[in-house]
């Protein structure tokens, strides 16, 4: 759309709401009332042949020239003709509000195949635009764009995917490829000079020949040479249509991009600064009247925009502009099988395109939320129940849609036991007899318990005699005829040596904290936790041995340590390498022992933890 067409349509928007807000204040006094629902009437009985009419586009109630209620009727342009000056005795007012049209979503991703103008790039760039669609000799459909849109600056490899939206825009590979790259002339970095920063990629009919409905459509396939003052115009990502000049020719720029400074000549200069924006790079320039292609948008600044001539383009990849004015395929018939279509949750379904008429996208419904555009993908469902599963089928020619209700059935999966147990006393002086208690779910019909002593136990609630100081792990094995399961409770019980004296109870503290670097995306760790261990007095005790586990999700693993004579004793992990972050170090203190004192583990342990960063 033209800067001046877009201001007559801004005039007109301002006329209207100007009048719906009078009339507003109309519809507030009681002795306008009755007239407006004349009016009203009036209107709504004459709004189907108003509309009938070339070049009207819509009707409205509001105020006329003498500021009383008038039948206003909406006109594409100043020249249409045939409207009456008054309709049942009711005065017409006529406003010019230009072509009202819908605005386009440049950025959003588009059904297949996609207008030109819009959202592209390759997967590893940010996006760009796809500038237009070409035809080489022997009749190949390709999409066109620049070398960094589609070939990322040279670092792309043939058959790489081409997206749309672009990755910024939120486009994911594969799910989001309209076609491959095929072709790229090198950006030269080195201080040789360049013509053209552009790429090609085949799409499978995925890229339609012109741009949204808001846009100038389709490019013509006679290219028009830059020349200073051609008024011009073009379509993209981020600044959608605009309008501009020819300020210069034969230009010879250095341009920035990531991997450094290229020199180009023979380039067009076009103005003003707001033709283009970032992610316009791509577009198809063309002339603001014939839609003739000029150049190729590929980069710019606040005041300027440039771009390479077309022809050179079209030129090196031997191609020509398409309209598609040539003959379309037939539309797909969709058609589709899955396997399996039974079976128990998390049940895998593999889905199989029949589609025919050589459909170029492809959008499935799995009935439980899930979707996907492969043409052939896999999908899980983890749900019991009765899908229904439909595939839309689509190219160039149109689109086909089938559904296949109760397509899927899931059953609920056996449930498996899932052991756990508790134990009582955990603690106490050798010999220590302890109680078990079974607490598994999912019907275990079998238990096999072991003690950590050599000892074990196929009871359900098995007591058992520790004669032995020490610190003992547990076990508990279930099962049942939908499989089985184990609980492990490290250091669960601790046996102490009996004394005659009863020994001084100890209190335990810990903290953890964590130091660390960044070498890229890696940080390397180092948690340490200081365990402190006092008396009942407070006075630190030195000599006690401490035994623990770190947990979290940097390091895992059994550590400890001995107390010095300040009664802390330090227990630090190795090094870490992690690109987990923030990264969690937790440790949990299982067991101290000091002779002469007793630590009756508190519920919950000490526990100290801290993150990075």
């Not at 594969?174 to 072709?183: M, Y």
């Not at 200073?228 to 034969?250: C, M, P, Q, S, W």
């Not at 196929?458 to 032995?468: H, K, R, V």
């Amino acid at each position: 759309m033209s800067r001046r067409a877009l201001f007559q349509q801004l005039l007109a928007l301002v006329a209207i709401i100007a009048i719906l807000l009078v009339g507003g204040q109309a519809f507030g006094q009681g002795n306008r009332d009755a007239a407006f629902e004349r009016v009203k009437e009036v209107q709504e009985r004459h709004t189907e042949a108003l509309l009938a009419r070339p070049g009207v586009v819509g009707t409205a109630v509001g105020l006329g020239n003498d500021d009383n209620p008038a039948v206003v009727v909406l006109l594409e342009h100043g020249a249409v003709g045939g409207i009456p000056a008054a309709l049942e005795g009711i005065q017409v007012k006529k406003i010019v509000a230009g072509q009202i049209v819908a605005r386009a979503n440049t950025t959003m991703r588009w059904p297949r195949p996609v207008p030109i103008g819009v959202s592209t790039g390759h997967p590893d760039i940010t996006a760009g635009t796809i500038g237009c669609r070409v035809k080489t000799s022997s009749g190949q459909l390709r999409a066109l764009s620049n070398n960094h849109v589609f070939a990322n600056q040279n670092h792309a490899s043939i058959d790489d995917n081409v997206l749309q939206p672009g990755a910024y825009d939120g486009g994911t590979d594969p799910d989001d490829a309209i076609g491959t790259l095929v072709a790229f002339q090198e950006i030269d970095f080195s201080g040789g000079d360049n013509t053209i920063d552009a790429a090609l990629a085949a799409t499978n009919g995925n890229v339609s020949a012109a741009t949204p409905s808001d846009g100038y459509g389709a490019p013509s396939t006679t290219v028009v040479q830059p020349s200073v003052g051609l008024r011009v115009k073009k379509y993209g990502r981020t600044t959608i249509l605009t309008t501009g000049r020819i300020e210069a020719v034969n230009a010879t720029v250095n341009v920035g991009y990531d991997d450094g400074t290229a020199r180009f000549i023979h380039q067009i200069i076009i103005s003003p600064g707001s033709f283009s924006a970032g992610g316009d790079s791509g577009s198809l320039i063309v002339t603001r009247d014939g839609n003739n292609p000029v150049g190729l948008l590929f980069a710019g600044s606040i005041f300027y925009t440039i771009a390479n001539p077309i022809q050179p383009v079209l030129d090196y990849f031997g191609v020509t502009i398409d309209d598609g004015s040539g003959p379309q395929p037939a539309p797909p018939v969709a058609d589709f099988s899955g396997s399996p279509t039974s079976g128990v949750a998390s049940l895998t379904v593999n889905f199989t395109d029949l589609s025919t008429n050589n459909p170029t996208s492809w959008s499935w419904t799995f009935g439980d939320g899930g979707s996907s555009t492969a043409q052939n993908p896999s999908h899980t469902y983890d749900g019991e129940g009765t899908y229904p599963v439909q595939l839309t089928a689509a190219n160039a020619g149109g689109s086909d849609a089938e559904s296949k209700t109760g397509y899927i059935t899931v059953t609920a999966p056996p449930t498996a036991p899932a052991a756990d147990f508790s134990a009582s006393p955990t603690s106490g002086v050798a010999p220590l007899t302890v109680d078990f208690t079974d607490l598994s779910t999912g019907g275990p019909t079998s238990w096999s318990w072991t003690f950590g002593d050599g000892g074990s136990s196929t009871e359900q609630n098995p007591s058992y005699t520790y004669d032995a100081p020490g610190t003992y792990t547990v076990a508990l094995l279930v099962e049942s005829i939908n499989g089985s399961n184990t609980m492990t409770k490290e250091d669960l019980i601790t046996v102490n040596e009996p004394s005659a004296s009863e020994p001084e109870p100890m209190t335990v503290a810990v903290s953890v904290s964590v130091t660390g670097r960044s070498a890229g995306k890696n940080a390397f760790l180092t948690a340490t936790a200081v365990v402190t261990v006092t008396d009942s007095g407070g006075a630190p005790v030195a000599g006690a041995s401490v035994s623990g586990l770190w947990s979290g999700n940097a390091y895992s693993g059994p550590a400890g340590g001995t107390t010095g004579a300040n009664g802390t004793a330090a227990v630090v992990t190795p090094e870490i390498k992690t690109r987990t972050l923030p990264a969690r170090f937790v440790f949990t203190v299982g067991r101290v022992t000091a002779s002469g004192y007793q630590w009756d583990p508190p519920t919950p342990l000490p526990q100290g933890t801290d993150t990075w960063p």
